[in-house]
């Protein structure tokens, strides 16, 4: 069981806190504030690539977001926690052009389900001198490196001061968003019975396995009648629907990746065969997952060429 299926749960709290009215009036306001994006991430997509979503608000992001440069390989193995023994700590990361990331945790309990996290920004005004030591490491054709040198010219630094007032706002959103999280979680785990909140959590730590019914019944201490009669009334769902929804979801994520084969991804969320993943992920996506992959990717260009 990996990592990845942990946070399934974490994941879904988060859609729910980026449709939520608090976030999106707390988004509008820090954009009317500061002038830079801000978008809340799951713990694996800031792993993956901090200021991969395209709300950077500058054409320098969006360029190289678009295309197969180094924003497409980097690493945030260089996150540093700057604050120490807090929950709400900032964490930073400096990308390869100089610009910084920076983002809040949102927390559950004691446990981190994804950031807050602002556009990248820069220290200093930016410098043709330092766009131009950049040139060689992106390897742009003459065109495609006065576009590039043209846009991050166009950046607004942000001063000690605007940095220091942006990060109070951005922990005064975090601090409330996790409010709500926590309430959140208290009103589910109140609302459902405890042997649905067992098999929920067994489910969850168990995806890319093969799961039964009478498994995950035996393993809550109910027999497999009660169980499923229990699981239909309470989530709406039948076992199996459950399991294939919260499967496909998760395939979904693992889509993105692009070097990733649909055989793995079929795999690797607990499908026995290929044909069974197709069929459920037609069925509950509406289209395949080959066609999903090829929209999404269309989607994310079509808004970088746009930006």
Sequence with gaps: MNDNTRKTESDLMLEGLRRSALFI???????????LGMVLLTCREVERHPCRPSDSRNRFCSILNSSNHLCDSCQANHWEEKVKGNRYSHWEAKCFSGMKITAIPIVVGETKIGFLRAAPTLEESPAVKKIAKLG?????????RKKVEEAYLEIESVDGQKYSSMLT???????????????????????EPKVIIMAKRFITEHLDEKLTLDRVSREVGVSSFYFCKLFKQTTGLSFTEYINRRRVEWAKRKLLAPDTRVTEVAFDVGYMSLS???RSFLKYAGESPTRYRERIRRSDLAAAAAA
Excluded: P, V, W
Aim: cysteine-free; glycine content about 4%.
């Design 276 to 278: 069974q993943f197709n």
């Design 136 to 144: 060689g490491e992106l390897q742009l054709d003459e065109a495609a």
């Design 169 to 191: 706002l951005l922990s005064m959103f975090a601090i409330q968003l996790s409010e709500m999280a926590n309430r959140i979680a208290l009103e589910q785990q109140q609302a």
């Design 25 to 35: 009036s707390y988004q509008k306001a820090f954009i009317d504030a500061t002038g």
